[in-house]
């Protein structure tokens, strides 16, 4: 059982770090539009864990509260969705130029799928948070992946709620056939990302002729 006993103070700086990284990707976002260049970001959210979510997580993985903050990477969790497989490696090269956040853990799960099928690009960060008493460092997960890839999570993910990860050999087979069929959508989208790209030039630039 946690013995933590005021979660409200203790997530505050984990939704406070939600917040201004989602400000600061979707600032990022906006910088490449305002120069009318495509935009390797296509929309971020953001979420922190709930505290159910937290406990179960704690009792599975046997996570005692002294060390939670270290060994629950995932606690502030960010979605970066592109619109390119060539965007996602984009963004991560963006991430490591940064220096108001630090690259802990990286796992490529693109190149390197999942059984399951599942596909992503999984990056931990230190970043700082500032609080009253001081500045205070915290974990946070963020995960980049095409539409495609966030569609098929999405799926499995809600299927998992009901079979709670132990699906049905059939059900199985057939995320890893959807799974592949979402990958080769990306890869088919990847073939003609010039051609998008200039469309989305256009499109912006005829936009601004209509704002003025």
């Not at 963004?91 to 130029?97: F, K, P, R, Y």
Request: glycine letters at 4%.
């Amino acid at each position: 059982m946690s013995v933590i006993k005021d979660w409200d103070t203790f997530l505050w700086p984990y939704n406070q770090a939600v917040k201004e990284l989602k400000v600061k990707f979707r600032a990022l976002r906006q910088g490449f539009l305002t120069k009318g260049e495509h935009s390797p970001i296509e929309f971020v959210v953001g979420r922190v864990k709930t505290v159910d979510s937290i406990k179960e997580k704690m009792k599975r993985r046997v996570i005692s509260p002294d060390v939670i903050e270290s060994d629950m990477q995932d606690i502030a969790g960010i979605r970066i969705m592109c619109q390119f497989v060539d965007d996602i490696y984009r963004v991560v090269d963006l991430i490591h130029q940064r220096d108001d956040m630090e690259v802990i853990e990286e796992r490529d799960y693109i190149q390197n799928a999942k059984p399951s099928g599942y596909r992503s690009y999984h990056m931990v960060v230190a970043y700082t948070v500032y609080m009253p008493e001081g500045s205070k460092r915290l974990l946070a997960e963020i995960q980049i992946r095409t539409l495609a890839m966030n569609f098929w999570a999405t799926v499995e993910h809600t299927l998992n709620y009901k079979y709670q990860g132990v699906y049905p050999e059939d059900i199985s087979e057939r995320l890893k056939r959807t799974a592949e069929a979402a990958y080769q959508l990306d890869e088919e989208m990847s073939s003609i990302r010039n051609e998008v790209k200039e469309a989305q030039k256009l499109f912006t630039k005829n936009k601004g002729k209509e704002k003025s």
